[in-house]
């Protein structure tokens, strides 16, 4: 029973290191620990081993600071280059997209009047539309996001840990 | 600049975003102590850390956005390390992290013999902490740090030095927080029983 006492105390203490007490559970280890010297050593020595810990003092190397500067200035360079080309990139891909899109339904509901204007058979009309229109476009369209990917794919293989 | 109030981070988390150059030297400037601490008591040892500095600065660099600012700016800045570490431990096949002393977390297992093997430093010599260490205490202390697991002196000194919540440790360690609390305690005990042993030989 008297030990149950010790270990519950000792659970207490424990517990007021890494969360709250309840103000009961604070009373009661605080009329433990005025009786019982083996518990009251069990809480001084915890509290001196966490302050041991303050007994560290570690430094870093004395260039370390400026080889970070370094390499974030070299790091801001290379993205403030690689990411307006993105942007550069994505905006043609979209443009590509509209082309692709207007191409098709221009082979598809222009393709008549137009061979009419310009005296030509609409299935060559269509054709031509389709192949120097749509196609095109269609390609523009389906590069683009690779060369998007590329970098992309490298920087997200970095940042996988995160 | 001290990340006490929401306005610091909200403001860190702005500054991020922007890719400000002169907030991350700020940064640099004043956590550049507590990380270098931080990594040397997951590694135990000192070679690597510039280079894991380095890395988790420009990882702060270019992943800025993903800070919200919500939370506090330490938890993941020391998110962003540990993870960089565990890469860096793969790549060299040292040891991992993640899995040693894991299945000995719990309460229920806690037994001395369960321990998994210390990371054995390369050379015979000091550790970082015999160099670091201060005080006597310290000097008792050094041996017990370098010689607990990895994951047990990471508890300790998010909790003790980083004075970080059990919340915060569980976000970067990515464990419960009964797992947090049990690493904290054992960490504890073998040092408590260091200092008991120096008294009684004493």
Redesign the interface.
């Known amino acids: 029973m008297q030990t149950d006492l010790h270990q519950s105390a000792r659970h207490l203490i424990?517990?007021s290191?890494?969360?709250e007490l309840s103000p009961t559970e604070h009373h009661s280890l605080r009329d433990h620990l005025h009786e019982c010297a083996a518990c009251q050593k069990?809480a001084d020595?915890?509290r001196?081993?966490?302050?041991?810990?303050?007994?560290?003092?570690?430094?870093?190397?004395p260039d370390?600071?400026a080889?970070?500067?370094a390499?974030?200035?070299q790091?801001?360079q290379q993205?403030e280059v690689t990411q307006p080309r993105r942007r550069r990139i994505a905006r043609t891909c979209i443009i590509a997209l509209l082309l692709t899109a207007v191409g098709s339904l221009a082979a598809l509901h222009l393709g008549d009047p137009l061979a009419g204007l310009l005296h030509l058979e609409p299935a060559k009309t269509q054709a031509g539309v389709l192949a120097l229109w749509v196609l095109p476009s269609l390609c523009f369209c389906l590069f683009l996001p690779a060369l998007l990917l590329l970098p992309a794919r490298s920087?997200n293989k970095?940042?996988s840990?995160? | 600049m001290a990340v006490a109030g929401n306005t610091d981070t909200q403001r860190i988390a702005r500054g991020l975003r922007q890719?400000d150059?002169a907030l991350?030297?700020t940064l640099?400037?004043e956590y550049?102590?507590r990380l270098?601490?931080y990594l040397?008591y997951l590694l135990g040892r000192r070679d690597s850390?510039?280079d894991l500095?380095?890395e988790t600065?420009?990882?702060v660099?270019?992943?800025g956005r993903?800070y919200d600012g919500h939370s506090r700016f330490e938890p993941w800045l020391f998110?962003?390390a540990r993870?960089?570490t565990?890469?860096h431990l793969r790549q060299r096949r040292i040891f991992s992290l993640d899995s040693s002393g894991d299945a000995s977390d719990s309460h229920a297992n806690d037994s001395p013999e369960q321990d998994h093997k210390p990371l054995s430093l390369a050379s015979h010599d000091p550790s970082?902490?015999e160099l670091?260490?201060?005080?006597?205490?310290?000097?008792?202390?050094?041996h017990t740090l370098e010689t607990l697991e990895p994951i047990h002196r990471e508890a300790?000194?998010l909790?003790?030095?980083e004075d970080l919540s059990?919340q915060e440790i569980a976000t970067i360690v990515g464990v419960p927080l009964t797992t947090?609390?049990s690493r904290?305690?054992r960490g504890?005990a073998a040092?408590?029983a260091q200092?008991?042993e120096a008294q009684h030989a004493n």
């Open positions: 424990d517990r290191l890494t969360e069990y020595d915890n001196r081993a966490i302050a041991g810990l303050g007994g560290f003092s570690f430094t870093a190397s370390l600071q080889k970070v500067f390499a974030l200035a790091r801001e993205l920087m970095k940042g840990a995160l | 890719r150059v991350l030297h640099v400037v550049q102590f270098v601490r040397i850390i510039d500095v380095q600065w420009l990882r660099l270019e992943r993903s998110a962003i993870n960089l565990i890469d970082p902490f670091a260490a201060r005080t006597e205490d310290a000097q008792r202390l050094a300790l000194v909790r003790f030095q059990l947090v609390s904290i305690y504890l040092l408590r200092l008991e």
